[in-house]
Every structure is written in C-alpha cells, then in structure tokens.
C-alpha cells in the first residue's frame, strides 16, 4: 500500500511505538484480583521483566476461575507488557472485537491506530481512530484521535484513492480464482449467513471473525452491516464461551483468511483470524 511514511521516520515510529504502548497507563478496575493489581503496578513503575513474571503466574494459576472484567485486565496487561508490536497488536485486536465498550477497549483501539500508523497504514490507521471517535464518544481519548485525523487528512485522503486504485487494477472474480482466493470470492459474493457443512469443516480451520458479544442482538445487528458491505457472515458460538461470533468464510490455511481479513478491513469493519471453525455451533 502507498505510504507517506519514510523509510526512517517508518522505523522511528515502531520504535516510538513500543515506548507508547508502555507508557500510558490505566486505572485498575475496582475489585480486581490482587495479583493483576499487582501486574497493573509494576508496569507503572517500569519493572517490566516482574510485571511478565507475575502476569504469567496469574494466566497461568487463576485466569482460568477468572470474571470477564479481570480477563479483559488480563489481555490488557498482555498486550501493554509484550515487547513485538505485533503480538501486542492481535491482543489489542482481541480487547476491541471481544469486549467492545469494555474498561480498556477505547484504549486498545487507539494502539491499533498507532501501531498501524508506525508501520505506514495510513488508511487502516484512520479506521481505527475513526471508529474511536465514533463508538466511543465518552472517551478520553478520543481527541488524540480527532487531532490524528485532522493532522493526516491529506496524506490519508492519498494513500485511501491509492489504494482505490490499486483494487480497480487488479479486478478479481470467483470464475478466475483458485484455492484461497476462490474462498476469499466466495465470502464476498453472497451477503447471506452461511455456515461451512459438516463435511466440509473437518479440513476447515480458519476464519474472519468481526465480533463477539454478549447480546445475540448485537451479533445480529453486526451480522446485517457487514452483509451491507457484500459479505456472507454468519453468527457462531464455540465450546466454553458464552460470546455470540460474527464471522465470515473458512479455509483450511491461514493464508486465506488474511487475505479475506484485509479486504474485510479495507471495507471499514474490524477484524481478525480464528483458528477454531471446527468447534463453531451454528446460531439459528
């Protein structure tokens, strides 16, 4: 994708990015367990390496008997405390599709806008601030995100009619794919729910997943704008988690699934990768 972001600056920015992502702290939510207050402390005070080692004792030792509230602490911590940008990246992703207008996820939105603007996607980062200002009006951070916005417009406005372009010029159709592209066709032909059949889910593993909620209400509603956007989405539940997933295509390989994953992205929705559809139980 086209890119206003030099080469140095580009690299300055990872590199700024870890710092950031340390830097800013939140609140520890009232009543969370001990040992995540404890985490949530240590990172504040810069002990990174035994802020790790306590949030590693505690997913391993009492994640499993934990609330939601504590787990969406948990994934926060994670992400906050990893050194690679991208595994910080998926946790963000996961707080902002898993636990939407949760405690930390205007804040892992924001990371998501900055990491994709340290790497030079400028329309994927404009998305993410953009959804920041819109679904979360109440927060505190969402005037960093207006400013972002208003600072990029130009370079964004460029880089998104580039990236139009590039699309125009390489047209694609189901008759003219094969594997994972035939499967990335598919799923955006047919804006209809869909679910792979029994058969076919046994060599099937991966998927586009563009929410999880609480409310099958919310699943629905979700369901009905990405299928506005010409996807074929369907709403799933998975063994063990009372989330109501909306989710799109499956493929036996990852490869396929990101390149569903981007268009997904390049069309305004959040997304990312499932590794599960064997386990997925249909929602009527």
Do not use: C
Request: hydrophobic share 45%; charged share 25%.
């Amino acid at each position: 994708m086209a890119s206003h972001i030099d080469e140095p600056r580009r690299r300055r920015g990872v590199g700024l990015l870890s710092a950031v992502i340390l830097a800013v702290g939140v609140a520890v939510p009232v009543g969370a367990q001990e040992s995540l207050a404890t985490v949530d402390s240590l990172a504040l005070a810069g002990r990174a390496d035994e802020a790790r080692t306590a949030l590693d004792s505690w997913w391993l030792n009492e994640r499993a008997g934990s609330n939601r509230r504590d787990r969406q602490h948990g994934l926060w911590l994670r992400a906050i405390l990893t050194v690679d940008p991208n595994m910080a990246g998926l946790d963000f992703q996961r707080l902002a599709l898993e636990y939407p207008g949760g405690s930390y996820s205007d804040e892992a939105m924001l990371r998501l806008g900055l990491i994709s603007a340290g790497a030079g996607d400028l329309p994927r980062a404009a998305g993410y601030f953009r959804t920041l200002v819109t679904d979360y009006p109440r927060s505190p951070r969402r005037r960093q995100a207006e400013e972002w916005l208003s600072d990029h417009l130009v370079e964004v406005e460029e880089a998104e009619a580039a990236a139009r372009e590039a699309e125009a010029l390489a047209p694609r159709s189901a008759d003219s794919a094969t594997g994972a592209d035939a499967a990335a066709a598919a799923a955006v032909q047919k804006p209809e729910a869909d679910s792979p059949s029994g058969a076919e889910t046994a060599s099937l593993r991966y998927a586009v997943q563009v929410g999880a909620f609480e409310s099958e209400e919310r699943a629905r509603d979700l369901l009905v704008a990405v299928n506005a956007s010409g996807f074929r989405a369907r709403i799933v539940r998975v063994p063990e988690s009372p989330l109501v997933r909306v989710r799109i295509g499956a493929f036996s390989d990852r490869a396929g699934a990101a390149e569903l994953m981007d268009q997904v992205r390049r069309r305004g929705h959040e997304a990312t990768i499932a590794a599960d559809v064997p386990d997925e139980e249909p929602v009527p």
